[in-house]
């Protein structure tokens, strides 16, 4: 039998199954994957559903309406499914982590007494402790309750990497967020601002290259108020640490989200001009565009400011393409303010954009608000704004018809003739071998991983289709 260390002594490993369900945002998938990381050493291995799983975690958003409520109805599932496994004389750890759980804490024990272990998205790295007290039938009973905030501590903490399980990773870099916007629940959940140093972040993507990864996204709440302590000793922009990070052999793509338009610097910009590897391709979430609503979700950017913002962007990279977030039906939201949201969207046009309804969290500002829109007008609203969304997302897809890309391939299609890569503008192309013309037919059929240069012949909805080039 295999020996670990936990909490000051040794903790004998044991063959356990862990299933990790992840709600959210791309953090949350890094998140879970780095507990998976953690509890590897205690001899858990992760598995595809939670049907005969020892330990369950629910990595949880709290971002969105409902999103506690979602939570709670599977925590009612996973109680039939632990009452089966007992029955059988299987023991069952339920867990729930991530920014419900610390938002929510020991409520969620009192409202699903069947979860043995909370813990926020800032104490993940003490989940072998956390598993050592539960091994205590007085814990057991009373259940865990972990919600700190150390960032610091929990980077400092993570074992590294392991093998990457495909072409692209997510690396997070920066956590928290200090804008507090009024409708937006992550200062509360994730805590302050905190950047991790460039030493320690240029190891893990060395050792994600070392596995096969060709593309990284940087991913922060707050991604380019970047501040992180370089080998120099002065605090690195992020324009400078991607500047670092291009220089990893076999590393041919760099992303980064999510952005905010005050941390839009010139080192940032420059890096868009100059640097290759950094994809043309930038979420800058709006939220808006009436300056009125922008003053009140404190925001701290006007609409003209996010214009000029998007010009110096265009002017040092004419091809760079944009996404955005939006709000619509924010509190005391008139027809005059959605109607400069539409204008704004006109304006500028977006590749891509997520967009919803207002919905209140909890403990925001705006949530105690007594001037909230009708919900019909914000269905209709968002109805309008989808719609010019999905035009413009459509049409700039068909724009990539008869032209050509790079693509990188990721992952098989629906037929064995297809194969389906990801666009430098973060199109999913669907590229057919079988159809392929000239000499092109007759080649090789490249395996994932591979950087191919396809011609365009669809653009649709959500993707594009192609061939590859001879």
């Given at each position: 039998?295999?020996?670990?260390?936990?909490?000051?002594?040794?903790?004998?490993l044991q063959?356990?199954?862990?299933?990790?369900?992840t709600?959210?945002?791309q953090?949350?998938?890094?998140?879970?994957?780095r507990?998976?990381e953690?509890?590897?050493d205690?001899?858990?291995?992760?598995?595809?559903a939670p049907?005969?799983?020892?330990?369950?975690?629910?990595?949880?958003c709290?971002i969105?309406?409902?999103?506690?409520e979602k939570?709670?109805?599977?925590l009612?599932?996973?109680?039939e499914l632990k009452?089966?496994?007992?029955?059988?004389?299987?023991?069952?750890?339920?867990a729930?982590?991530?920014?419900?759980?610390?938002?929510?804490?020991a409520?969620?024990?009192?409202?699903?007494?069947?979860?043995d272990?909370?813990?926020?998205?800032?104490t993940?790295h003490?989940?072998?402790e956390?598993?050592?007290?539960?091994?205590?039938?007085?814990?057991?009973?009373?259940?865990?309750?972990?919600?700190g905030?150390?960032?610091?501590?929990k980077?400092g903490?993570?074992?590294k990497?392991?093998?990457?399980?495909?072409?692209?990773?997510?690396?997070?870099?920066?956590?928290?967020c200090?804008?507090?916007c009024?409708f937006?629940?992550?200062?509360?959940?994730?805590?302050?601002?905190?950047?991790?140093?460039?030493?320690?972040?240029?190891?893990?993507?060395?050792?994600?290259?070392?596995?096969?990864?060709?593309?990284?996204?940087?991913?922060?709440?707050?991604?380019?108020?970047?501040?992180?302590d370089?080998?120099?000793?002065?605090?690195?922009?992020l324009g400078?640490?991607i500047?670092?990070?291009?220089t990893?052999?076999?590393?041919?793509r760099?992303?980064?989200?999510t952005?905010?338009p005050?941390?839009?610097?010139?080192?940032?910009?420059?890096a868009?001009?100059?640097?290759e590897?950094?994809?043309?391709?930038?979420?800058?979430?709006?939220?808006?565009g009436?300056?009125?609503?922008?003053?009140?979700?404190?925001?701290?950017?006007?609409?003209?400011?996010?214009?000029?913002?998007v010009?110096?962007l265009?002017a040092g990279?004419?091809?760079?393409a944009?996404?955005?977030?939006?709000?619509?039906?924010?509190?005391?939201?008139?027809?005059?303010?959605?109607?400069?949201?539409?204008d704004?969207?006109?304006?500028v046009?977006?590749?891509?954009a997520y967009?919803?309804?207002?919905?209140?969290?909890?403990?925001?500002?705006?949530a105690?608000?007594?001037?909230?829109?009708?919900?019909?007008?914000?269905?209709?609203?968002?109805?309008?704004?989808?719609?010019?969304?999905?035009?413009?997302q459509?049409a700039f897809?068909?724009?990539?018809?008869?032209?050509s890309?790079?693509?990188?391939?990721?992952?098989?299609?629906?037929s064995?003739?297809?194969?389906?890569?990801?666009?430098?503008?973060?199109?999913?192309?669907?590229?057919?071998?079988?159809?392929?013309?000239?000499?092109?037919?007759?080649?090789?059929?490249?395996?994932?991983?591979?950087?191919?240069?396809?011609?365009?012949?669809?653009g649709?909805?959500?993707?594009?289709?192609a061939?590859?080039l001879?």
């Amino acid at each position: 039998m295999a020996l670990g260390r936990a909490g000051g002594h040794v903790t004998p490993l044991q063959d356990k199954k862990l299933f990790v369900k992840t709600y959210g945002c791309q953090m949350n998938v890094y998140d879970s994957d780095r507990m998976t990381e953690v509890l590897a050493d205690r001899g858990y291995t992760a598995v595809d559903a939670p049907d005969d799983a020892d330990l369950i975690i629910l990595n949880t958003c709290h971002i969105r309406e409902k999103a506690a409520e979602k939570v709670y109805s599977e925590l009612g599932r996973l109680r039939e499914l632990k009452a089966e496994r007992t029955a059988r004389g299987a023991d069952t750890m339920i867990a729930v982590a991530g920014c419900v759980a610390q938002a929510e804490g020991a409520e969620i024990k009192r409202r699903s007494p069947v979860v043995d272990l909370v813990f926020g998205p800032q104490t993940y790295h003490e989940l072998p402790e956390m598993l050592d007290k539960l091994g205590e039938k007085s814990a057991r009973r009373a259940g865990l309750v972990e919600t700190g905030l150390d960032v610091d501590g929990k980077f400092g903490r993570l074992p590294k990497r392991a093998a990457a399980k495909g072409v692209a990773a997510f690396l997070t870099i920066q956590e928290g967020c200090d804008k507090f916007c009024t409708f937006c629940v992550v200062p509360y959940t994730r805590g302050a601002e905190y950047s991790r140093p460039v030493a320690t972040i240029e190891a893990e993507a060395r050792r994600l290259v070392d596995t096969g990864v060709r593309e990284i996204t940087l991913l922060g709440q707050n991604v380019n108020a970047f501040h992180g302590d370089g080998p120099d000793g002065d605090a690195w922009t992020l324009g400078r640490l991607i500047r670092r990070l291009d220089t990893i052999p076999g590393l041919e793509r760099l992303r980064y989200t999510t952005s905010h338009p005050l941390d839009v610097d010139e080192d940032l910009i420059d890096a868009h001009r100059d640097v290759e590897s950094l994809m043309p391709f930038l979420h800058l979430p709006v939220q808006s565009g009436s300056d009125r609503i922008l003053a009140e979700m404190n925001r701290r950017h006007t609409r003209d400011a996010y214009y000029r913002i998007v010009d110096r962007l265009r002017a040092g990279r004419p091809d760079l393409a944009l996404s955005s977030d939006f709000i619509v039906g924010f509190p005391g939201e008139t027809d005059a303010d959605f109607e400069a949201t539409m204008d704004l969207v006109r304006e500028v046009g977006f590749a891509q954009a997520y967009s919803f309804k207002y919905s209140p969290r909890p403990g925001t500002p705006s949530a105690d608000r007594d001037d909230h829109v009708p919900e019909q007008v914000k269905q209709d609203r968002l109805a309008e704004l989808q719609a010019e969304l999905n035009r413009q997302q459509l049409a700039f897809n068909r724009s990539f018809v008869g032209r050509s890309m790079r693509v990188l391939l990721d992952r098989p299609g629906r037929s064995a003739s297809q194969l389906i890569g990801r666009s430098p503008y973060m199109q999913a192309v669907h590229v057919d071998f079988e159809q392929a013309a000239g000499d092109a037919a007759g080649a090789p059929r490249p395996g994932r991983g591979a950087m191919l240069d396809v011609s365009v012949i669809g653009g649709h909805a959500n993707s594009l289709a192609a061939h590859p080039l001879a």
